[in-house]
């Protein structure tokens, strides 16, 4: 047989090696910032059109290339910064691997302009597909720039697997902000869609982070600080009370470079052992510095992840760092999380004496109603009852029941009712059980139903806000003092995005500043001490769309709203408020399915049953 053996041409080379290091348009920028980076850059500007689909232009005053170089540096295999295998263990510089250009040019329009500080003149370069168009001398400024154009234009698979451009530019503000927070000595611009998302003139770390983060962040921060022969550990630590429910700003930093450590990681969580909120994550900026010897990064393509050589002691010596210091700043006798934010005694009541609580019954009231509400505007839009259980036969007779008995789902009735008022139909209103604070029982003539509480709740109240968002505006309460939340820029950008459909839903606020937002009406099933919570979690699900990608912003919304609000897996539930939610869940129209496609309820036909005992 023929040899079939060849080696691959250069450019399909490229373009393999590209689909390890180009996963989205983030990782373009991740490569060309950390290239400024290593070519000396004081000043670096980002540049992004799309989301990063259209345009990415990173523009740096560093070294620049002379032109030989400038070709060159398209090569794969090309790199300045290591010559021999035993530099890759003495490593400073962020590239190493001399792939990145090659690879992007393999996928992209690039077009580079370069030019020494102390050459007259200087170079353009385009290319195309790991094609070179054109190289010519010209007038550029001294410095870098690269411009990357119709990113996979070549690879039309890759292009549709990005996603919206709010994710696309999540990630890109993600590798923004570690290379903006590993160098606060060099200044930083970042223009999306000719808006200024960041402008970061040189400054000190705390600054840095506060200046990427928004001002509230300052008042959160605590410094660590050790030094050791294996290790030396700078950064700030997020005090405990700030902790958010989402998981967000964790850096870790060795040598500069950021890195994912779900080790080290676990060592400053078990730092904060005992001081966080249940489901709150810790925030951290660590700085590790180590000897280049002692780590290698050159496991990975994208140098996210490394491996040090004595993992365990940086563990130990990080975890009493950061102990150390949560423990110097006083933060663990002053903690108090269970403290009821109801209970603060606004300043106006201050000095007044105390009046003897009148008792006012209002005997209409029910209290269950308002736990577990269903539709924010409930109070005011008056449902006719369900009857759950005709619905249910409804339901059942078009699931293709082989009998097709329409009685089959019928609440078995209370023996003590029948006969004596012939009502056998004055439904066992509270024949229903909780078992392990999670499900809910109902029998019913054939058999049982149950229901996963949470998953209910939230088929309930997503349908409620869904409605609410795109037809019927919800209630709204307003709060007795207006809240002011803080966020980031590119956060409140979100908020702003959204509030068309937020106020719909029954939220009332205003934005005070690119860092601000001041709450004033919020819908009225919610609890005023979860919004901050709740719009956490909002925005990073609408930052990182939570899974199983919604069909639009309206529907994104009611999925994380009725995620975050839901009653929990855990709670008790009096009867009353179980009944209530059995009516509200098969009142909606797809009662079976969670918004998130999850079951919702399984029932258990008394043939079923009647299996166990054979
Ligand atoms: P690596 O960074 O791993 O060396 P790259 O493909 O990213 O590989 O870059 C190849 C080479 O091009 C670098 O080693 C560097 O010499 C040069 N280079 C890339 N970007 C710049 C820049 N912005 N300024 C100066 N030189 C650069
Ligand atoms: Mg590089």
Redesign the pocket.
């Known amino acids: 047989m023929a040899d079939i053996i060849q080696l691959l041409p250069d450019h399909v080379a490229n373009q393999i090696a590209a689909g390890e290091v180009v996963q989205r348009p983030a990782s373009v920028v991740k ?1 060309l910032m950390e ?2 980076i ?2 000396d850059a004081s000043v670096i500007q980002l540049i992004v059109k799309d989301a990063g689909k259209s345009l990415i232009l990173v523009v ?1 005053n ?4 002379s032109s030989t ?1 400038a070709r060159l ?1 398209l090569e794969r295999h ?4 290591i010559k021999t295998a035993s530099d890759l263990f003495n490593i400073n510089t962020k ?8 690879s992007i040019a393999a996928i992209a329009h690039l077009e580079m302009k ?1 030019r020494l500080q102390h050459d007259p003149i200087g170079t353009i370069i385009r290319v195309e597909g790991s094609k070179v168009l054109s190289q010519e001398d010209a007038a550029v400024p001294s410095g ?1 720039s ?1 411009a990357v154009k119709n990113l996979f234009f070549n690879v039309p698979a890759r292009r549709n697997f990005l996603k919206s451009d709010q994710v696309e530019l999540r990630h890109i503000i993600d590798e923004f902000h570690r290379v903006a927070l590993a160098h606060p000595c060099v200044e930083f611009k970042f223009y999306h869609n000719d808006s200024e998302m960041f402008n970061l003139p040189v400054s000190k770390l705390r600054k840095r982070i506060v200046s990427v983060f928004g001002s509230k962040t300052n008042e959160k921060l605590v410094p660590v600080g050790e030094e050791t022969e294996v290790v030396r550990i700078g950064g700030f630590v997020g005090k405990p009370q700030f902790a958010r429910k989402t998981r967000g700003e964790q850096f870790f930093f060795v040598n500069d470079r950021f890195i994912k450590s779900p080790y080290l990681n676990h060592a400053v969580n078990s730092a904060f052992e005992g001081l966080l909120k249940e489901g709150a994550h810790a925030s951290y900026f660590l700085y590790l510095e180590v000897d280049p010897q002692g780590i290698d990064v050159n496991i990975h393509p994208t140098k996210t992840e490394i491996k040090f050589e004595d993992e365990h002691t940086i563990y130990a010596i990080l975890r009493a760092a950061v102990r150390h210091s949560l423990g110097q700043f006083s933060i663990a006798p002053v903690l108090d999380f269970e403290r009821d934010a109801s209970m603060d005694t606004p300043y106006s009541y201050k000095g007044k004496t105390a009046m003897r609580p009148e008792v006012d019954v209002d005997q209409s009231f029910n209290p269950f109603s308002k736990e577990i509400r269903s539709t924010p505007g409930q109070g005011f839009k008056k449902h006719k009852q369900a009857d759950w259980e005709s619905l249910y036969v409804g339901l059942e007779s078009k699931s293709n029941q082989p009998d097709g008995e329409s009685s089959h789902f019928e609440v078995e009735s209370d023996p003590d009712s029948v006969g004596m008022f012939g009502q056998e139909h004055t439904i066992a209103h509270f024949k229903t059980f909780q078992v392990q604070n999670k499900y809910i029982i109902k029998p019913i003539k054939s058999g049982l139903v149950i229901i996963n509480q949470h998953r209910a709740h939230q088929r309930i109240l997503y349908e409620s806000f869904l409605e609410e968002i795109t037809v019927n505006a919800g209630v709204s309460q307003q709060l007795m003092f207006p809240k002011q939340l803080h966020y980031s820029r590119p956060e409140t950008a979100v908020i702003r995005d959204l509030r068309p459909q937020l106020e719909q839903a029954g939220f009332v606020f205003e934005c005070l500043d690119d860092e601000a937002i001041e709450i004033n009406g919020i819908p009225s099933a919610m609890a005023e001490e979860k919004v901050s919570d709740i719009l956490d979690s909002l925005i990073r699900d609408v930052q990182q769309q939570v899974p199983g990608a919604s069909f639009s912003q309206s529907d994104l919304i009611a999925k994380s709203l009725a995620k975050s609000m839901a009653i929990k897996s855990g709670k008790h539930l009096g009867s009353e408020e179980r009944e209530f939610l059995i009516d509200k869940l098969f009142f909606c129209k797809e009662p079976d399915k969670s918004p998130f496609s999850k079951p919702v309820f399984v029932t258990l036909r008394a043939e079923d049953l009647e299996k166990f005992f054979i």
């Open positions: 490569e290239n400024a290593d070519a740096d560093g070294s620049g290339m170089d540096s090309a790199t300045s910064k590239g190493f691997r001399g792939e990145a250009l090659a370069s870098t690269i």
